[in-house]
Nanobody, 122 residues
Framework: VQLQASGGGLVQAGASLRLSCAVS????????MGWFRQAPGKEREFVAT???????YYADSVKGRFTISRDNAKNTVYLQMNNLKPEDTAVYYC?????????????????WGQGTLVTVSS
């Protein structure tokens, strides 16, 4: 299973970005999909996840600003990020899990993309 994340960039605070993660190999519709991020000098942290059935779960820090969605026909998961803040600056990773539900720990994910950098200036 291969994951390819894209859509990162440099934006000003308050702007929006949409990240995409294309998945090849395996059966996309059977995977839960998640987004994590890692800022310099910090541990990787959970951002959002969507189960194979479409249930979603968000970190408190992004709830109400970020939306995760999936398109099973395109084998792609998205992360719409609105009202970005400087503290959202990080490398964002997409990941796939065979666990049911909406797992929020990186150890519960089986496959990882390469990451895409999001930089939010103040």
């Amino acid at each position: 299973v291969q994951l390819q994340a894209s859509g990162g960039g440099l934006v000003q605070a308050g702007a929006s970005l949409r990240l995409s993660c294309a998945v090849s190999g395996g059966t996309f519709s059977s995977y839960g999909m998640g987004w994590f991020r890692q800022a310099p000098g910090k541990e990787r942290e959970f951002v959002a996840t969507t189960s194979w059935s479409g249930s979603t779960y968000y970190a408190d820090s992004v709830k109400g600003r970020f939306t995760i969605s999936r398109d099973n026909a395109k084998n792609t998961v998205y992360l719409q990020m609105n009202n970005l803040k400087p503290e959202d600056t990080a490398v964002y990773y997409c990941a796939a899990t065979r666990f049911a539900g909406t797992p929020a720990h990186f150890r519960e994910y089986d496959y990882w993309g390469q990451g895409t950098l999001v930089t939010v200036s103040s």
